[in-house]
Protein backbone atom coordinates (compact mmCIF):
# COMPACT_ATOMS: atom_id res chain seq x y z
CA UNK A 1 0.00 0.00 0.00
CA UNK A 2 1.14 3.33 -0.86
CA UNK A 3 1.58 6.12 1.92
CA UNK A 4 -0.74 8.94 2.21
CA UNK A 5 0.94 12.51 1.10
CA UNK A 6 -1.64 14.03 -0.62
CA UNK A 7 -4.59 12.26 1.73
CA UNK A 8 -7.65 11.43 -0.42
CA UNK A 9 -10.13 14.41 -1.41
CA UNK A 10 -12.92 13.07 1.23
CA UNK A 11 -13.87 15.56 3.47
CA UNK A 12 -12.64 14.80 6.85
CA UNK A 13 -12.65 17.55 9.34
CA UNK A 14 -9.12 17.45 9.92
CA UNK A 15 -6.75 19.99 12.69
CA UNK A 16 -4.01 21.70 10.79
CA UNK A 17 -1.21 20.33 12.90
CA UNK A 18 1.66 22.59 11.77
CA UNK A 19 5.37 21.03 13.50
CA UNK A 20 8.19 23.40 13.08
CA UNK A 21 11.50 23.57 14.87
CA UNK A 22 10.36 26.18 17.36
CA UNK A 23 6.72 25.66 18.19
CA UNK A 24 3.79 23.63 17.09
CA UNK A 25 0.55 25.60 15.52
CA UNK A 26 -3.06 23.70 15.72
CA UNK A 27 -5.91 25.37 13.51
CA UNK A 28 -9.52 24.30 12.97
CA UNK A 29 -11.33 25.42 10.68
CA UNK A 30 -15.17 25.26 9.61
CA UNK A 31 -16.81 26.20 6.53
CA UNK A 32 -20.39 27.80 6.09
CA UNK A 33 -21.59 28.22 2.41
CA UNK A 34 -18.70 30.05 1.00
CA UNK A 35 -16.59 31.57 4.55
CA UNK A 36 -14.43 29.95 6.39
CA UNK A 37 -14.42 30.13 10.26
CA UNK A 38 -11.82 30.02 13.16
CA UNK A 39 -13.10 27.37 15.31
CA UNK A 40 -9.90 27.29 17.46
CA UNK A 41 -6.18 27.61 17.32
CA UNK A 42 -3.17 27.71 19.60
CA UNK A 43 0.57 28.08 19.52
CA UNK A 44 2.91 26.37 22.02
CA UNK A 45 6.94 26.79 22.02
CA UNK A 46 8.85 23.46 21.39
CA UNK A 47 11.65 22.57 24.06
CA UNK A 48 15.03 23.59 22.14
CA UNK A 49 16.57 21.20 19.61
CA UNK A 50 13.48 18.79 20.01
CA UNK A 51 13.02 19.49 15.78
CA UNK A 52 15.99 20.48 14.19
CA UNK A 53 15.86 21.23 10.59
CA UNK A 54 12.56 20.31 10.56
CA UNK A 55 13.16 16.50 11.65
CA UNK A 56 11.68 15.11 14.77
CA UNK A 57 14.96 14.65 17.10
CA UNK A 58 12.96 14.49 20.69
CA UNK A 59 9.61 12.57 19.85
CA UNK A 60 8.16 12.75 23.13
CA UNK A 61 8.68 16.07 23.86
CA UNK A 62 7.15 17.12 20.68
CA UNK A 63 4.08 15.07 21.59
CA UNK A 64 3.87 16.75 24.71
CA UNK A 65 3.91 20.23 23.21
CA UNK A 66 0.90 18.91 20.38
CA UNK A 67 -1.06 17.71 23.43
CA UNK A 68 -0.30 21.22 25.70
CA UNK A 69 -1.52 23.30 21.94
CA UNK A 70 -4.73 20.96 21.76
CA UNK A 71 -5.35 21.92 25.53
CA UNK A 72 -4.79 25.11 25.05
CA UNK A 73 -6.70 25.64 22.05
CA UNK A 74 -9.90 24.41 23.62
CA UNK A 75 -10.64 21.93 20.04
CA UNK A 76 -12.71 18.95 19.83
CA UNK A 77 -11.33 17.24 16.86
CA UNK A 78 -9.12 14.11 17.49
CA UNK A 79 -8.13 14.23 13.81
CA UNK A 80 -5.48 15.85 11.99
CA UNK A 81 -3.45 17.09 8.92
CA UNK A 82 0.19 17.52 9.52
CA UNK A 83 3.24 18.42 6.83
CA UNK A 84 6.75 17.14 5.68
CA UNK A 85 9.18 19.77 4.50
CA UNK A 86 9.68 20.74 0.88
CA UNK A 87 13.49 19.14 1.17
CA UNK A 88 12.59 15.83 2.39
CA UNK A 89 10.51 14.97 -0.62
CA UNK A 90 10.56 14.21 -4.25
CA UNK A 91 7.95 15.03 -6.86
CA UNK A 92 8.05 14.21 -10.43
CA UNK A 93 5.58 14.67 -12.79
CA UNK A 94 5.03 11.47 -15.47
CA UNK A 95 2.79 10.62 -18.14
CA UNK A 96 0.12 7.34 -17.59
CA UNK A 97 -2.44 5.63 -19.68
CA UNK A 98 -5.62 7.73 -19.03
CA UNK A 99 -7.65 4.62 -18.33
CA UNK A 100 -6.80 3.40 -15.49
CA UNK A 101 -8.08 3.79 -11.90
CA UNK A 102 -6.75 4.64 -8.77
CA UNK A 103 -5.78 0.97 -7.54
CA UNK A 104 -4.14 -0.14 -10.76
CA UNK A 105 -2.59 3.32 -11.22
CA UNK A 106 -1.30 2.52 -7.78
CA UNK A 107 -0.08 -1.29 -8.79
CA UNK A 108 1.79 0.37 -11.82
CA UNK A 109 3.26 3.01 -9.89
CA UNK A 110 4.78 0.84 -7.09
CA UNK A 111 6.17 -1.69 -10.07
CA UNK A 112 7.60 1.71 -11.33
CA UNK A 113 8.93 3.95 -8.62
CA UNK A 114 12.33 2.83 -8.49
CA UNK A 115 13.38 4.60 -11.45
CA UNK A 116 12.37 7.53 -10.22
CA UNK A 117 12.94 7.24 -6.30
CA UNK A 118 16.76 6.87 -5.42
CA UNK A 119 16.15 5.22 -1.84
CA UNK A 120 15.16 1.51 -1.52
CA UNK A 121 11.19 1.40 -1.91
CA UNK A 122 10.49 0.21 1.67
CA UNK A 123 12.46 3.35 3.40
CA UNK A 124 10.02 5.62 1.53
CA UNK A 125 6.19 6.66 1.51
CA UNK A 126 5.13 7.17 -2.15
CA UNK A 127 1.98 8.78 -2.81
CA UNK A 128 0.53 10.32 -6.58
CA UNK A 129 -2.22 12.80 -7.66
CA UNK A 130 -3.85 13.05 -11.11
CA UNK A 131 -3.11 16.83 -11.99
CA UNK A 132 -5.08 16.68 -15.60
CA UNK A 133 -4.49 15.61 -19.82
CA UNK A 134 -0.99 15.49 -20.48
CA UNK A 135 -0.05 18.05 -22.83
CA UNK A 136 2.31 15.87 -25.33
CA UNK A 137 -0.35 12.67 -25.16
CA UNK A 138 -4.67 12.79 -25.11
CA UNK A 139 -4.40 9.03 -24.27
CA UNK A 140 -2.12 9.68 -21.07
CA UNK A 141 -2.97 12.22 -17.71
CA UNK A 142 -0.01 13.62 -16.13
CA UNK A 143 0.27 12.45 -12.65
CA UNK A 144 2.18 14.18 -9.99
CA UNK A 145 4.59 11.22 -8.07
CA UNK A 146 5.61 12.32 -4.26
CA UNK A 147 7.94 10.09 -2.32
CA UNK A 148 9.45 10.98 1.04
CA UNK A 149 11.60 8.71 3.53
CA UNK A 150 9.07 6.52 5.44
CA UNK A 151 10.73 8.00 8.42
CA UNK A 152 10.09 11.70 8.38
CA UNK A 153 6.34 10.48 7.71
CA UNK A 154 6.21 7.90 10.67
CA UNK A 155 7.73 10.52 13.24
CA UNK A 156 5.18 12.86 12.76
CA UNK A 157 2.16 10.16 12.90
CA UNK A 158 3.66 8.85 16.02
CA UNK A 159 3.79 12.44 17.66
CA UNK A 160 0.17 13.22 16.84
CA UNK A 161 -0.50 9.60 17.98
CA UNK A 162 1.09 10.24 21.65
CA UNK A 163 -0.81 13.36 21.70
CA UNK A 164 -4.39 11.22 21.01
CA UNK A 165 -4.48 12.78 17.51
CA UNK A 166 -5.51 10.39 14.26
CA UNK A 167 -3.42 11.87 11.51
CA UNK A 168 -5.68 11.71 8.60
CA UNK A 169 -3.46 13.28 6.22
CA UNK A 170 0.19 13.99 5.42
CA UNK A 171 0.95 16.85 3.49
CA UNK A 172 3.89 18.76 1.73
CA UNK A 173 4.36 22.20 3.10
CA UNK A 174 4.44 23.40 0.06
CA UNK A 175 1.61 22.58 -1.18
CA UNK A 176 -0.25 23.70 2.27
CA UNK A 177 1.27 26.76 1.47
CA UNK A 178 -0.19 26.88 -1.82
CA UNK A 179 -3.89 26.22 -0.89
CA UNK A 180 -3.51 29.17 2.13
CA UNK A 181 -2.53 31.30 -1.15
CA UNK A 182 -5.95 30.95 -2.07
CA UNK A 183 -7.03 33.09 0.79
CA UNK A 184 -4.88 35.82 0.40
CA UNK A 185 -4.74 36.48 -3.17
CA UNK A 186 -7.89 38.61 -3.35
CA UNK A 187 -6.09 40.97 -1.21
CA UNK A 188 -3.12 41.28 -3.58
CA UNK A 189 -2.96 43.49 -6.64
CA UNK A 190 -1.82 40.94 -8.94
CA UNK A 191 -3.43 39.34 -11.97
CA UNK A 192 -3.44 35.27 -12.46
CA UNK A 193 0.09 35.06 -14.94
CA UNK A 194 1.67 37.49 -11.75
CA UNK A 195 4.60 35.75 -10.59
CA UNK A 196 3.98 35.89 -6.24
CA UNK A 197 6.95 35.22 -3.63
CA UNK A 198 5.63 33.99 -0.92
CA UNK A 199 8.57 33.71 1.81
CA UNK A 200 8.41 32.00 5.27
CA UNK A 201 10.90 33.38 7.38
CA UNK A 202 10.44 30.92 10.50
CA UNK A 203 12.71 30.46 13.29
CA UNK A 204 15.86 28.50 11.97
CA UNK A 205 14.37 28.57 8.05
CA UNK A 206 13.58 30.78 5.31
CA UNK A 207 11.42 28.77 2.72
CA UNK A 208 10.94 30.56 -0.58
CA UNK A 209 8.06 29.73 -2.77
CA UNK A 210 7.04 31.11 -5.94
CA UNK A 211 3.45 30.78 -7.15
CA UNK A 212 2.07 31.54 -11.23
CA UNK A 213 -1.31 31.20 -10.87
CA UNK A 214 -1.74 30.17 -7.74
CA UNK A 215 0.34 26.81 -8.78
CA UNK A 216 4.06 26.02 -6.95
CA UNK A 217 6.59 26.61 -9.46
CA UNK A 218 9.68 26.54 -7.29
CA UNK A 219 10.38 26.42 -3.76
CA UNK A 220 13.91 26.12 -1.87
CA UNK A 221 14.48 26.56 1.81
CA UNK A 222 17.61 28.42 4.03
CA UNK A 223 19.04 28.15 7.03
CA UNK A 224 18.26 31.65 8.42
CA UNK A 225 15.54 32.87 10.87
CA UNK A 226 14.30 34.77 14.12
CA UNK A 227 16.70 32.58 16.52
CA UNK A 228 19.40 34.59 14.96
CA UNK A 229 17.76 38.20 16.60
CA UNK A 230 17.32 35.86 20.03
CA UNK A 231 20.72 34.68 20.18
CA UNK A 232 21.95 38.44 19.27
CA UNK A 233 20.08 39.50 22.28
CA UNK A 234 21.08 36.73 25.02
CA UNK A 235 24.89 37.74 23.76
CA UNK A 236 24.61 41.44 24.03
CA UNK A 237 22.52 41.57 27.11
CA UNK A 238 24.01 38.33 28.99
CA UNK A 239 19.99 37.11 29.41
CA UNK A 240 18.96 33.35 28.58
CA UNK A 241 17.73 32.18 25.57
CA UNK A 242 14.28 31.90 27.60
CA UNK A 243 14.44 35.75 28.66
CA UNK A 244 15.54 36.57 25.14
CA UNK A 245 12.88 35.55 23.35
CA UNK A 246 10.67 37.09 25.83
CA UNK A 247 12.29 40.26 25.25
CA UNK A 248 12.27 39.81 21.89
CA UNK A 249 8.29 39.64 21.94
CA UNK A 250 7.40 42.13 25.00
CA UNK A 251 9.97 44.65 24.58
CA UNK A 252 11.84 46.37 27.46
CA UNK A 253 15.26 46.41 25.67
CA UNK A 254 18.24 48.94 26.34
CA UNK A 255 17.95 51.76 24.22
CA UNK A 256 20.53 50.77 21.81
CA UNK A 257 18.12 47.31 21.29
CA UNK A 258 16.70 49.21 17.79
CA UNK A 259 19.57 50.58 16.21
CA UNK A 260 22.35 48.36 17.22
CA UNK A 261 20.70 44.74 17.17
CA UNK A 262 17.20 44.95 15.33
CA UNK A 263 18.32 47.44 12.59
CA UNK A 264 20.79 45.17 11.26
CA UNK A 265 18.93 42.54 11.73
CA UNK A 266 15.92 43.35 9.64
CA UNK A 267 18.41 44.52 6.82
CA UNK A 268 19.89 41.11 6.98
CA UNK A 269 16.13 39.35 6.42
CA UNK A 270 15.69 41.89 3.16
CA UNK A 271 19.43 40.36 2.24
CA UNK A 272 17.73 37.05 2.58
CA UNK A 273 15.19 37.44 0.66
CA UNK A 274 17.18 39.02 -2.39
CA UNK A 275 19.12 35.95 -1.77
CA UNK A 276 16.04 33.71 -1.95
CA UNK A 277 15.10 35.80 -5.11
CA UNK A 278 18.56 35.57 -6.88
CA UNK A 279 18.41 31.46 -6.54
CA UNK A 280 14.97 31.55 -8.57
CA UNK A 281 15.86 33.79 -10.93
CA UNK A 282 19.32 31.91 -11.75
CA UNK A 283 17.07 28.85 -12.21
CA UNK A 284 13.82 29.64 -14.04
CA UNK A 285 12.61 32.04 -16.85
CA UNK A 286 11.73 34.94 -15.05
CA UNK A 287 13.75 37.75 -13.45
CA UNK A 288 11.41 39.33 -11.90
CA UNK A 289 8.13 38.52 -9.20
CA UNK A 290 5.47 40.87 -9.44
CA UNK A 291 4.08 40.66 -5.36
CA UNK A 292 6.01 39.29 -2.19
CA UNK A 293 4.26 38.26 0.37
CA UNK A 294 5.88 37.98 4.08
CA UNK A 295 5.28 34.75 6.14
CA UNK A 296 6.35 32.77 9.56
CA UNK A 297 6.50 34.76 12.64
CA UNK A 298 9.60 37.07 12.05
CA UNK A 299 7.21 39.11 9.16
CA UNK A 300 4.99 40.43 11.97
CA UNK A 301 8.09 42.66 12.71
CA UNK A 302 7.08 46.88 12.42
CA UNK A 303 8.33 48.24 9.45
CA UNK A 304 9.77 44.58 7.60
CA UNK A 305 7.65 44.74 5.00
CA UNK A 306 8.23 48.46 3.98
CA UNK A 307 11.40 47.79 4.27
CA UNK A 308 11.38 45.04 1.70
CA UNK A 309 9.12 47.16 -0.15
CA UNK A 310 11.64 49.81 -0.65
CA UNK A 311 14.97 47.79 -0.85
CA UNK A 312 13.60 45.34 -3.23
CA UNK A 313 11.30 47.83 -5.36
CA UNK A 314 8.92 45.40 -5.27
CA UNK A 315 5.24 45.74 -3.45
CA UNK A 316 5.38 43.50 -0.36
CA UNK A 317 2.51 42.54 1.63
CA UNK A 318 2.21 40.04 5.29
CA UNK A 319 0.54 37.05 5.00
CA UNK A 320 -2.87 37.07 6.74
CA UNK A 321 -5.10 34.23 5.79
CA UNK A 322 -7.90 34.72 8.23
CA UNK A 323 -8.17 38.50 7.28
CA UNK A 324 -11.88 37.59 5.45
CA UNK A 325 -12.96 34.18 8.29
CA UNK A 326 -15.50 34.90 11.02
CA UNK A 327 -13.78 34.48 14.70
CA UNK A 328 -15.36 31.78 16.91
CA UNK A 329 -15.85 33.63 20.40
CA UNK A 330 -13.32 31.38 22.13
CA UNK A 331 -10.38 32.61 19.93
CA UNK A 332 -7.89 35.43 21.26
CA UNK A 333 -8.93 37.79 17.91
CA UNK A 334 -5.63 39.89 19.04
CA UNK A 335 -3.28 37.13 19.74
CA UNK A 336 -4.79 35.70 15.88
CA UNK A 337 -4.01 38.52 14.16
CA UNK A 338 -0.08 38.84 15.49
CA UNK A 339 0.52 34.88 14.83
CA UNK A 340 -1.51 34.70 11.66
CA UNK A 341 1.61 35.49 9.27
CA UNK A 342 3.00 32.22 10.94
CA UNK A 343 -0.34 29.93 10.51
CA UNK A 344 0.15 29.53 6.29
CA UNK A 345 1.30 26.38 6.99
CA UNK A 346 -1.24 24.98 9.69
CA UNK A 347 -4.13 26.85 7.71
CA UNK A 348 -3.00 25.09 4.49
CA UNK A 349 -3.98 21.56 6.35
CA UNK A 350 -6.85 22.71 8.01
CA UNK A 351 -8.12 23.27 4.75
CA UNK A 352 -7.58 19.83 3.82
CA UNK A 353 -11.22 19.58 5.47
CA UNK A 354 -13.09 21.15 2.52
CA UNK A 355 -11.41 18.44 -0.41
Known amino acids: ?188 DCDEDSAVAIVDVGATQTTLSVLVDGLTVYTREQLFGGKQLTEEIQRRYGLSLEEAGLAKKQGGLPDDYEPEVLEPFKEAVVQQVTRSLQFFFSSSQYNDVDQIVLAGGVSSMPGLAELVQEKLGTPTAVANPFADMAIASRVNTTALSNDAPALMIACGLAMRSFG
Do not use: W
Open 1 to 188: MLGSLFGKKRQIPVLGVDISSSSVKLLELSRSGGKYKVESYAVASLPPNSVVEKNIAELEAVAETISKAHTLSKGKLKTGAVAVAGSAVITKLIDMPAGLNDDNMETQITLEADQYIPYPLEEVAIDFEVQGESERNPDEVEVLLAACRRENVDLRVDALEMADITTKVVDVEAYAIERAYELIRSQL
